[in-house]
Every structure is written in C-alpha cells, then in structure tokens.
C-alpha cells in the first residue's frame, strides 16, 4: 500500500520553508526521500532508519516517528532549484520501497 | 564515471508489439529495479533483483518480464500482453534495499 503524502502540491517565494509529510499504514524500517525535476530522473535525498541513523545530503533535513509511522522533509530558505516533485519511499524491514504519488513543489522569485 | 544508463531514452511502439528497454549500470550494485511512472501516480515497481539469476515480481508485474543473466545488466521485455504500456520507465540499481538508489535517466514508451 503507498504511503500518503502531503501536501499533494505547495508553492513558495523564494527564502521561505516548506515541511511534506509521508505517512505509512505498516510498521517501517526505513524512509528514503528523492527529488526529480519534470522528465529527469530521480535524486537522492536522504534515508532514515529506525533507531535514529540517517544518511543523506547536509542541507537536507528530515524527521522520522516510528511510533507514528511518519517521516518529514523540511526544506528551509527555498531556493529555485528545490523545485520539483518530491516522493516518499517506505520499506518495513524485509522488502522493497514503496513510493508514495508525490508532492510537487515550485519556488518562486 | 560510474552510473547507470538507460536507452533508448524515446520509444514507440504499435500495438501487438513486444518491446525491450535497456538497462546497464558499472556501480557493482547487486539489486537491481524496474518502475513505472504516469502522471500524478509516483513510481510503481514491475520487477526488481537482488542477484544475478534471479528476481522477483513487484506491484505491476503483469504484461512485463526481465532476465538477469549478468550483474551489470536488467533489461526490462514489455510485452504485447501489458494493455496501458504507455508510460516513463525507470531503472535504478543499489546495494541493498536499504541503501540508496540511483536511477538512470529514464525511457519514455508510447504505443501508437
């Protein structure tokens, strides 16, 4: 079952913050965050996994609530090139990832 | 350079046509995947493997099959069985599947 994001979209000016959310039905391992700009491919973003270890990019900061089978992604003073649709990917422990439909995000100047 | 490459990266096909869409990585990664994406849809797993050999169906599997008779390669056959092929394919390869994954730059398949 995919993992719910939220918000679907948001669009921000440039310098302001922005929090998605990706909520799980199941029990998670881990939590993977990707970028991709329109026809590219997806970017790496970050993995959280349970017990608190997380691996990703230094900008990038993320939040993960295993109780609540939650994670967040929070991008602070936007910049244009954050733009693009960001997807969740879920995994409890003993599959593979399963992505959520994304949020798209557009920085403004 | 290390990465993972796709080709061809536009594809079009006529119905009743089987298809195969290539996929070749050099980062020595072991698992190795198939997604599909439409719009407002995210990505949905056909196929993916963890070995050479051997591989498992995902969520979408119906209509597609795949080989994996080296480790650098995981080429995905759409077949004239898939009834809504049209779509952006995507394959990715990592270590695990709790490691990152890197995706290649996609092919877009229409069938006319």
């Known amino acids: 079952q995919q993992p719910v994001q939220s918000p679907q979209a948001v669009i921000l000016r440039e310098g302001e913050d922005a929090v998605i959310n990706c909520s799980s039905s199941k029990a998670l391992y881990s939590v993977h965050w990707y970028r991709q700009k329109h026809g590219e491919a997806p970017v790496f973003l970050m993995i959280l996994l349970k017990g608190g270890e997380q691996k990703g990019h230094e900008k990038i900061s993320a939040s993960f609530n295993e109780k609540k089978q939650q994670s967040s992604l929070y991008l602070t003073a936007s910049q244009l090139s954050y733009s693009g649709t960001y997807f969740c990917g879920t995994e409890p422990g003993y599959s593979t990832l399963t992505f959520g439909k994304g949020t798209m995000l557009l920085v403004s100047p | ?112």
């Open chain 2, 1 to 112: 350079d290390g990465g993972i490459t796709q080709s061809p990266k536009y594809l079009f096909r006529k119905e009743g046509q089987n298809v195969t869409l290539s996929c070749e990585q050099n980062l020595n990664h072991d698992a190795m995947y198939w997604y599909r994406q439409d719009p407002g849809q995210g990505l949905r797993l056909i196929y993916y493997s963890q070995i050479v050999n051997d591989f498992q169906k995902g969520d979408i599997a119906e209509g597609y099959s795949v080989s994996r008779e080296k480790k650098e390669s995981f080429p995905l056959t759409v077949t004239s069985a898939q009834k809504n092929p049209t779509a952006f394919y995507l394959c990715a390869s990592s270590t695990s599947s709790v490691s990152e994954q890197f995706f290649g730059p996609g092919t877009r398949l229409t069938v006319l």
